[in-house]
């Protein structure tokens, strides 16, 4: 069974994850996407789609979202950008709950100090207002996020945390959201870690065909 984690303000229609979902198909296997927009986007935090992520496996495991299979089915999580995050998050967290995982872009420094994304005169405007808007791809068009999504992330250590399932990451060279060196240092320590860096952006569009015999091959599908 797949849980492919959509990233930030994005959602279970990208383009990666029907990717995926095609392919994965192809071999009989099936893919469950999680939406972290629901209920509310403008609520989301990190503990949120913890414990939806949580609920989701649990689901699958109990065989709600996988016929008979049940907890006899491996389990392997996708994620996207802060899917990537939290993947790594509940991978920690699970245990051996979750067998494997692919991260696209992981934003293993996401809302920590220096991320380039976030600068402080940012942040100060974020908190005084309450809520600012962001752009939300699925829906083509900004939507606000309060404030307590930025305080909720710094709850939480991706780049340091503890995990030991087999994990195979894509990071393109030219990504101007995710820095390469801070993915080379998260998988230079990790022996479990199989890092691919590619001549591509931050949404990897072009390297998927390659991205796809990687994970063919990961998953023992080949």
């Known amino acids: 069974m797949i849980v492919y984690l959509h990233g930030f303000a994005s959602s279970p229609s990208s383009t990666k994850a029907q990717y995926f979902a ?5 071999h009989g296997l099936a893919i469950v996407t999680p939406d972290f927009n629901e209920p509310d986007f403008r609520t989301l935090t990190m503990t ?26 491996p389990l392997t999580l996708f994620g996207s950008s802060l899917g990537g995050t939290l993947a790594i998050l509940a991978a920690s967290r699970l245990g051996a709950k979750v067998e494997r995982l692919v ?28 809520a600012l808007p962001f752009f939300h791809y699925a829906h083509n068009e900004e939507r606000l996020l309060d404030f307590a999504f930025y305080e909720d992330t ?69």
């Open 154 to 222: 710094l709850r939480y250590d991706a780049f340091n945390a503890a995990f030991t399932q087999p994990t195979m990451i894509f990071q393109g060279l030219h990504d101007r959201s995710v820095d390469p060196t801070t993915v080379e240092a998260f998988a230079r320590t990790r022996p479990n870690v199989t890092l691919s860096l590619l001549e591509d952006d931050h949404q990897l569009t072009a390297s998927l065909p390659r991205m796809w015999a990687d994970v063919e091959a990961f998953l023992g599908l080949t």
């Open 22 to 26: 095609d392919r994965l198909a192809a």
């Open 103 to 130: 991260l696209m872009a992981p934003a293993v420094m996401f809302a920590k100090p220096g991320h380039h994304l976030l600068p402080p005169e940012r942040i100060a405007e974020w908190q005084r207002s309450g």
């Open 48 to 73: 949120r789609m913890l414990e939806q992520l949580t609920a989701v496996v649990d689901r699958v495991r109990s065989g709600g979202d996988s016929g008979d299979l049940g907890a006899r089915a």
